[in-house]
């Protein structure tokens, strides 16, 4: 079967490699039918050494299930599923607290954690298939799929970031980035219920986009600049969740600057940093929360899923381009270049 | 009048300063007849530079209103009071959500702020006075007045820790401090009704007095023989919410090894640190939050007290010494010596 392997950082290819199989009782394998590349691709294809490739790459899945384990029972060959970015049991103790990222019986839990497997490619083997897969209530070819793909990981995630921030009715809210990540935290944040909404990003048809999914403001400065406009679209104080949906470490410093006392910082964009400021001067001097990480998208596929299926919301607006197996190479490039929002491929 | 003043690092005297007097409509001038010795005093005993002193000390007391500038309506000639060590107008935005710490009129808002006035003296200006005193319904004399006394920061700030945290029924808390604010955390703890509440600490007659306010469990050993052994009490995962009231980074290092996946970091040590792990492999793999800061204790004041008044229960337990105006300078000492917890001065 033909997957995408990453070498090191910029050389990114699809090759033959062995055809996925059912290992253990609990694998199904899964016929791949849409994928994606995530904006997270791009911090190895940035940076990653040769030394550590190559990998397999792809984390975001819908396909159709071609064989199931023994074990297997919630499953069948020919269901149409959907696969979060996290391998979990749905059964554990972290799971049952809707923190499947943590999953007791996950091994890691991360594709990256799953030796020769990955979702870009024709086919996968999923571990913990009962706990990982969803069904889906459509065929392979529904209009759907692009918006019920982005359940996987970045609608998912960027929900997280606005549950985890606290986000209700009466919030103000500024959500830094306008990756696909940024843009579903706009519309999680509109889903639930908040007041203002200010996308911070400077990419216009990227921020046209997250107008049409909520955003109230759209602040295009950033470092010092955005955060004076910030403070002066918020009376002076910032808003009391900022949504941090990059992950270096000027975007860090800029939701510093833009957080209300007593407000919360909640980061799903993965930190290229370890160590940051949280002393008196920045976090703990007016009561500054942080809060997020991996965003447990398996616990949010069931309440997200019906506002798609009834066409009330279209995440998969995100998708700006598409591409076959073949393409998987340039997507990477366009993505880098900020030419692609996000990638939708089909093998 | 006699006032308390830092000159550097383990130099305290006790001095004549010229007498308080009430400066604004909104200030009261009171006489106190009960403060006390922070563990917060000792940070700067410890490392202040003598080009940073003479410094006013003290911000907790009780005493008894003098005179009040023309614009004081709550608190009267005469009326037994307690002072929070953050000054607020206690009607402003942030002050309406329990905020005080970080009020919009206090111009800085801690007493170090307040040039020329301390808490460890004869009198004291207070401005904002409305907002900042509470009334107290004893004698200024009354056996309860230790444990009132101790609403002005180290209760507050206890409590604050466990608030911050989201501490309540079912919550398993390890609490890293056995000064008067850890001790008290864990007092907060069980008044909030915690399952389990391990006390990290390593001195038998404050952690006798922490079991005695609800510790469930004493852990004495540090750092990563410290960890394994909260490990071991939590079926592994440690606890959701780390109480961290110390300030120091091997206290934080701590609660990051302790804290269970999900769970909170809840800061009211003051941090004697800026930068600090919280990347991918410290807070974010596991969603883990933080909070905290410095605790908005007028917030508390009207909460706490009922049980104090009814004899519920006995915060001001953690004053294990007594001394006038005269012994401050011995005090400080016997603090940084742990030869006492926590001193009560009576002016």
Same mark, same amino acid.
């Given at each position: 079967m033909r997957a995408t392997l990453m070498y090191e950082a910029g050389d990114v290819r699809v090759e033959d490699v062995p055809d996925s199989v059912v290992k253990e009782p609990t694998d199904a394998l899964v016929r791949i039918t849409a994928s994606c590349i995530c904006g997270s691709d791009l911090w190895p294809y940035a @940076?990653?050494?040769?030394?550590?490739?190559p990998v397999r790459m792809g984390h975001e899945f819908i396909g159709i299930v071609e064989e199931t384990g023994s074990? %297997?029972?919630?499953v069948k060959r020919g269901d149409l599923v959907v696969a979060p970015f996290a391998i979990s049991d749905n059964t554990c103790a972290f799971c049952r607290e809707d923190l499947h990222t943590s &999953?007791?019986?996950?091994? $890691?839990?991360?594709?990256? $954690?799953?030796?020769?497997?990955?979702?870009?490619?024709e086919a996968v083997r999923v571990p913990l298939a009962d706990g990982t897969l969803v069904k889906l209530p %459509?065929?392979?070819? @529904?209009?759907l799929v692009p918006s019920l793909l982005t359940l996987s990981d970045v609608f998912g995630t960027g929900h997280h970031a606005a549950v985890a921030g606290g986000v209700g009715e009466h919030t103000r809210v500024t959500v830094i980035g306008d990756g696909a990540v940024g843009l579903l935290a706009v519309l999680s944040a509109r889903l639930l219920g908040a007041e203002q909404i200010i996308l911070m990003g400077r990419h216009q048809a990227r921020t046209d986009l997250g107008r049409d999914f909520g955003a109230t403001d759209v602040v295009s400065a950033r470092g010092e600049e955005g955060i004076e406009t910030v403070r002066d679209l918020t009376g002076g104080? $910032?808003?009391? %969740? #900022?949504?941090? &949906? %990059?992950?270096a470490m000027p975007a860090y410093e800029q939701a510093l600057g833009i957080v209300r006392p007593g407000g919360v910082i909640s980061r799903v964009?993965?930190?290229?940093?370890?160590?940051a400021p949280i002393g008196f001067g920045s976090l703990f001097r007016h009561n500054i929360r942080l809060a997020g990480g991996p965003a447990p998208t398996r616990a949010y596929i069931e309440e997200l899923m019906p506002a798609i299926l009834d066409g @009330?919301?279209?995440? $998969?607006? #995100?998708?700006?381009a598409t591409t076959g197996l073949d393409g998987v190479p340039a997507g990477y490039q366009d993505m880098a270049d900020r030419k692609s929002l996000k990638v939708l491929v089909k093998p």
């Open positions: @940076s990653m050494p040769s030394a550590d490739g074990a %297997v029972t919630t &999953c007791e019986n996950a091994q $890691g839990g991360f594709w990256d $954690g799953i030796p020769e497997e990955g979702g870009q490619a %459509v065929a392979a070819d @529904s209009a104080h $910032g808003t009391h %969740v #900022v949504l941090e &949906c %990059v992950g964009g993965v930190p290229q940093y370890e160590e @009330s919301i279209d995440p $998969g607006r #995100v998708f700006d």
